[in-house]
């Protein structure tokens, strides 16, 4: 089906530790997303892209790297992680003409204890 | 910072009314979004207005855009329990993401 996969879709890291989520999505989409989703907070974006060979920072970037390996792939790396990172995490992607609706993946739930 | 705030944080009604969830947002926008979240899933994408546009509809779901006032409302009507989920408002401004309010967590009472 096609759509924004997300891995791993849960994972535990200890206070240090680094990880990097992928993310892959097969519309041909350009632009791509990192969000972060924390109770009662909604949606903040993290990093995004808006084309092969592009990042930028979003509202809350600290602590976040991330990587435009190519058209289809955008990953989110952890460098040392902190408790504050504990979030789940969603990439989306949208298509060329500004304006179409995202689609999301179905996210990553990642405890740093 | 948040851009669009959902009002009310949360609302149950019961099967078969109407769910009305409202939105404002702060800065000028190219659209407003609604999306559904299902408890521990990703978000899906209901419905999209431009800044041009007041009104659209979408089966059971109608939502409104007032540029002027900043707001937009989303309807649900004739509700069913698989409505059960959050709904989020989202402006998009330009090239760099949508920014989200913090929802609206919708009950349908059977």
């Known amino acids: 089906n096609a759509g924004v996969t997300q891995t791993p879709k849960f994972q535990v890291l200890k206070t240090g530790q680094s990880m990097t989520l992928q993310c892959a999505q097969d519309?041909?989409?350009?632009?791509m997303y990192w969000y972060r989703q924390d109770p009662g907070m909604g949606l903040r974006l993290i990093y995004y892209?808006?084309?092969?060979?592009?990042?930028d920072k979003g509202e809350v970037p600290n602590g976040y790297n991330v990587s435009r390996l190519n058209k289809r792939e955008f990953s989110l790396r952890l460098e040392s992680a902190a408790p504050s990172q504990t979030s789940v995490y969603f990439c989306?992607?949208?298509?060329?003409?500004?304006?179409?609706?995202?689609?999301f993946g179905s996210g990553t739930r990642l405890t740093v204890v | 910072s948040q851009q669009g705030e959902e009002d009310p944080q949360a609302l149950s009604i019961q099967e078969g009314e109407n769910a009305t969830m409202n939105c404002s947002y702060k800065?000028?926008?190219?659209?407003l979004q609604w999306y559904r979240q299902n408890s521990g899933r990703g978000l899906v994408h209901l419905i999209l207005?431009?800044?041009?546009?007041r009104e659209k509809h979408s089966g059971r779901l109608r939502v409104t855009l007032d540029t002027s006032k900043k707001s937009s409302s989303l309807l649900i009507t004739a509700s069913r329990a698989a409505d059960t989920a959050s709904y989020f408002c989202?402006?998009?401004?330009?090239?760099?993401?949508?920014?989200f309010g913090k929802g609206t967590h919708l009950i349908i009472q059977p």
């Open positions: 800065t000028s926008i190219n659209n």
């Open positions: 519309m041909n989409h350009n632009s």
């Open positions: 989306a992607s949208s298509g060329q003409r500004q304006g179409g609706g995202y689609t």
């Open positions: 989202a402006a998009e401004g330009g090239a760099d993401g949508l920014t």
């Open positions: 892209s808006a084309s092969e060979g592009t990042t």
């Open positions: 207005i431009r800044s041009n546009e």
